[in-house]
């Protein structure tokens, strides 16, 4: 199988977010999607995030429905810090024989180099990156892949849709007490009101 690996705080997970897992299943012909939640990002230190058991709740309530989905718990099981290298590694031994492919944006592909831990290491693990490029986006993979081996032949692009929506802005808009339901999957939403989050002040 060929299986994507999709990280993120989620918080709170959104329409976008399926979207891009969608369009990289069809575009990148993924067997299976694997929503990989992290509790504590080593960049996010001095951001307050939402507890790790009500992103799980949501994240569950969200996926559940498509069988192209599905949680993994590789980061939830074990302490932190949570680093993409490690991530892979410990996946690889539960998909020996599948071929998996690490999914990133644009941006994370630019700053994969400087910003990073062990980005030769992760480069190595994965069998493949798939790279979510949105309209307009810069990237010099040539750039980018001067000082990692074999980077630019596990790259793999897929055309994002232009998406103006982050988890950033709902839980900004959710704080202001702006309308932010419709950026959201129905399940999400229900986990919101029954965990009452994202108050606003």
């Not at 199988?1 to 989620?10: A, E, K």
């Not at 299943?25 to 939402?50: A, C, N, R, Y």
């Not at 592909?109 to 798939?130: A, S």
């Not at 929506?165 to 932010?180: N, T």
Request: hydrophobic share 40%.
């Amino acid at each position: 199988m060929r299986i994507g690996i999709f990280g993120g705080t989620f918080d709170p997970p959104h329409l976008g977010h399926l979207i891009l897992a969608a369009e990289a299943g069809h575009q990148l012909s993924l067997d299976k999607v694997l929503f990989v939640l992290t509790p504590d990002p080593p960049h996010k230190k001095e951001q307050p995030i939402t507890n790790m058991e009500a992103r799980l709740a949501m994240v569950q309530a969200m996926i559940k429905d498509d069988p192209l989905f599905s949680l993994s718990r590789v980061e939830i099981d074990r302490p932190s810090p949570h680093y993409a290298v490690d991530t892979v590694r410990l996946l690889r031994s539960d998909y020996p024989q599948d071929k998996l492919v690490y999914l990133m944006g644009g941006d994370s592909l630019k700053d994969l180099p400087i910003d990073w831990y062990h980005p030769k290491e992760f480069v190595v693990e994965c069998d493949y990156i798939g790279v979510m490029r949105r309209p307009k986006d810069e990237v010099d993979i040539d750039e980018i892949g001067k000082n990692i081996p074999g980077l630019i032949d596990k790259v793999q692009f897929m055309d994002a849709p232009l998406l103006e929506i982050s988890s950033r802005q709902i839980r900004k808009r959710a704080l202001e007490g702006r309308p932010y339901r419709y950026y959201l999957p129905e399940p999400v939403l229900k986990v919101i009101q029954e965990w009452e989050l994202y108050k606003p002040q």
